[in-house]
């Protein structure tokens, strides 16, 4: 079969807009996944036992549900249960957002606790208040360690955003299959979004690979 790149010209504006909204739906699953952390975190970290139950619980459940079972349920379910309207984006957005929170908190807590006791009990003595010590001994120390886990983790949810396309979301695999569909040239279109997610990923990879290499270089 030949590669017919007019077919890819003639319709980048189209793929373009499929990229856009998968960044969008990257940046907004990030960053309710990154709220969501912080909060299982400081409750993990911080709270009492059933506090603790309830992160065990969370994390396991979105640990363990399949990604696709959630944004079904997120959106034929939840706005019957909530009696609200929700977009396609929203919902798989928010679903997305729930299952990074509960690996993102799992970063950020093995992260924290890499840091030796000793430091927070030095840190106490020498009298610094609790925000200077997250800020000038804890996170110092604690976010090289978080940094390139949390980094491949997001060329994961990069790659889970194709599943929005199950419900109409019309995010770049989305797009493409459907130009496939109306111009019978899906070897071109599916060609062109594999090699686009490649350029976007490999890279972010390269980059988490470098500064684990860093990491453990400054620890030797």
Not at 92 to 101: A, D, E
């Amino acid at each position: 079969m030949n590669f017919n790149i007019g077919v890819l010209e003639a319709n980048y504006p189209a793929l373009l807009g499929g990229l856009m909204v998968t960044c969008l739906a990257t940046v907004i699953a990030l960053s309710i996944g990154f709220v969501v952390a912080v909060v299982m975190v400081v409750l993990r970290l911080g709270g009492g036992k059933w506090s603790r139950r309830f992160v065990d619980a969370y994390l396991t459940f979105f640990r363990t549900t399949p990604e696709m079972v959630l944004i079904f349920w997120a959106y034929f379910c939840l706005p019957a249960v909530l009696g609200i309207q929700m977009s396609g984006l929203t919902a798989g957005s928010l679903s997305l957002g729930l299952v990074t929170g509960a690996y993102l908190a799992e970063i950020f807590r093995a992260g924290i606790q890499s840091v030796p006791k000793g430091q927070f009990e030095a840190g106490r003595a020498l009298g610094l208040s609790r925000f200077a010590l997250w800020t000038r001994v804890v996170l110092p120390q604690g976010v090289p360690l978080m940094t390139p886990p949390f980094i491949n983790y997001l060329t994961e949810l990069i790659k889970n955003t194709t599943l929005l396309a199950a419900i109409g979301v019309a995010e770049l695999a989305y797009v493409a299959y459907n130009l496939g569909a109306q111009t019978f040239r899906y070897f071109e279109f599916i060609t062109a979004i594999g090699i686009g997610y490649f350029l976007i990923i490999f890279p972010i990879s390269l980059l988490s690979r470098r500064l684990e290499k860093t990491r453990r270089r400054a620890a030797m």
